[in-house]
């Protein structure tokens, strides 16, 4: 298992390889402070070209930058062939992917996902 979490004041991006698949947990808020952490999550989170789970059930805020990252991550992810699911119970992701006219670029993975 492998982990790594890049944090800022307020949020943190983890990355964790764990059964089979990338599970990105963004937690707190997500905005313009973790913009270098999030490139680097973004090259972790695609190495291993297993599935990616983002996992926004921690997330309390996530301003354009933060849209940004999981959009280029759900982009790039897409050249390489490798699927992304969205984790969002507390549906602080899904409802800016709404408001912004793209809540069908990530399907939504209802089952629960063991996080850190």
Same mark, same amino acid.
């Given at each position: ?10 949020? $943190?991006? $983890? ?5 089979? &698949? ?12 973790? &913009? ?5 999550? /973004?090259?972790?989170?695609? /190495? ?26 759900? /982009? ?14 507390? &549906?602080?992701? &899904? ?19 063991? $996080?850190?």
């Amino acid at each position: 298992m492998e982990l790594i979490e890049h944090s800022a004041a307020a949020g $943190t991006i $983890t990355v964790e390889v764990q059964e089979g &698949r990338t599970v990105v947990v963004l937690a707190g808020e997500i905005d313009a402070a973790l &913009r270098e952490e999030a490139s680097a999550s /973004m090259g972790l989170a695609l /190495m291993n070209g297993v599935p990616v789970v983002i996992d926004s059930s921690d997330a309390t805020f996530i301003d354009s930058s933060g849209l940004a990252f999981v959009l280029q991550l759900h /982009m790039a992810a897409k050249e390489a062939s490798i699927p992304v699911t969205l984790h969002d119970p507390g &549906r602080v992701l &899904r409802d800016v992917l709404e408001m912004v006219g793209l809540s069908s670029e990530l399907p939504h993975e209802p089952e629960h996902v063991a $996080t850190v």
